[in-house]
């Protein structure tokens, strides 16, 4: 499967971003479906998943910010990002591995990923 994350961009503080993680080449509701961010100088970090199963995850920092949700139509996952403050300021990536992963917050659980969009939150 191929992944495409789009959706970034700049805003400010208090605003919001809907990204998005396209696949191709495989059914979405087949995988689990991780999204991580990456600030400057720092190492790639959990954000959400949503498994295969339906559950959905998120790191303590964004709860109640983000949303994770599938749509099966468009075989996409999208993550919804409200509430945005200077620490989200990333580049998103979406990854993809098939199976319930016992290690879903950590990068090495996924097979596939995608090319990464950036957010930037300005104060």
């Known amino acids: 499967v191929q992944l495409q994350a789009s959706g970034g961009g700049l805003v400010q503080a208090g605003g919001s971003l809907r990204l998005s993680c396209a696949a191709s080449?495989?059914?979405?509701?087949?995988?689990?479906i991780g999204w991580f961010r990456q600030a400057g100088g720092k190492e790639r970090e959990f954000v959400s998943a949503f498994r295969a199963t339906g559950t959905t995850h998120y790191v303590d920092s964004v709860k109640g910010r983000f949303t994770i949700s599938r749509d099966r139509a468009k075989n996409t996952v999208n993550l919804q990002m409200s509430y945005l403050k200077p620490d989200d300021t990333a580049v998103y990536y979406c990854?993809?591995?098939?199976?319930?992963?016992?290690?879903?917050?950590?990068?090495?659980?996924?097979?596939?990923w995608g090319q990464g969009t950036l957010v930037t939150v300005s104060s």
């Open positions: 080449g495989g059914t979405i509701g087949s995988y689990t």
């Open positions: 990854a993809a591995s098939r199976g319930i992963l016992s290690q879903l917050r950590e990068t090495s659980a996924y097979i596939y």
